[in-house]
């Protein structure tokens, strides 16, 4: 079975740029996050998709970011413009919830954003 | 807010001895806890979790611990090998479908 995929793994840019980040999750998983991964932190949720519906978009810096997941499958996150202090790492996650699941996510391996 | 708290943030053993890390939430409606280990440069991998109907939940070396009464968990490693450093993650959670909220990471060095 194949885990989450993430695109692209690295990418640098410069301020003021924009930059997208492409998520394909783990196959019938109707969750997905995106979470940002400051150097030495835990991951931080930007969004997370019940389908293709947000449902959580409250970290979310709305003015520079969105997100969708068109077809409730494969989703985008963008940034723009970006600014120096968007470097992180992002991560995307998917899990198959439901009332009587536990959250149990797996994580994609990342993109590593850097903005100069 | 919600919260969860992680110490110690570094964490050096010699091989062979066991690591403690612990974890406090705030919110008294979570009742899912997973633990993640991250290898530099890796993805976040869960290698153990508790629900809240649980008080200890054991895999081979690994041990998690849960008090809901003191909001307080903890990941026991017993008989470490260099191979169990990398970054560990506490998490808290409500099942259903909510937001998991992450600890800040501990640091294990295991050294040979």
């Known amino acids: 079975e194949a885990g989450v995929v993430q695109s692209p793994r690295y990418k640098i840019i410069e301020k003021k740029q924009p930059v997208a980040f492409w998520c394909n999750p783990i196959?019938?998983?109707?969750?997905l996050y995106w979470y940002r991964q400051n150097l030495g932190q835990g991951p931080e949720l930007l969004i997370r998709y019940e389908n293709e519906e947000a449902v959580d978009d409250s970290q979310l810096p709305k003015d520079r970011f969105s997100a969708e997941r068109l077809k409730g499958v494969d989703s985008t996150l963008k940034i723009q413009p970006a600014e120096l202090g968007d470097s992180a790492v992002y991560l995307c996650?998917?899990?198959?919830?439901?009332?009587?699941?536990?959250?149990?996510?797996?994580f994609g391996p990342g993109t590593r954003l850097t903005v100069l | 807010g919600e919260n969860v708290e992680q110490h110690p943030s570094t964490l050096s053993v010699q091989e062979g001895d066991s690591a403690v890390i612990k974890c406090t939430y705030s919110?008294?409606?979570?009742?899912?806890f997973p633990w993640y280990k991250q290898e530099l440069g890796k993805r976040p991998q869960l290698i153990i979790d508790?629900?809240?109907?649980?008080g200890e939940k054991k895999d081979q070396r690994i041990a998690v611990t849960l008090n809901k009464t003191a909001k307080h968990f903890s990941l026991h490693i017993t008989e470490t090998q260099p191979e169990d450093s990398a970054v560990y993650f506490c998490a808290a959670s409500k099942t259903g479908g909510f937001k998991t909220i992450f600890g800040a990471g501990t640091r294990l060095f295991v050294k040979a």
């Open positions: 196959s019938g998983h109707n969750t």
């Open positions: 919110d008294s409606a979570s009742n899912y």
């Open positions: 996650a998917s899990s198959s919830q439901g009332p009587h699941r536990n959250n149990e996510q797996f």
């Open positions: 508790i629900r809240s109907n649980v």
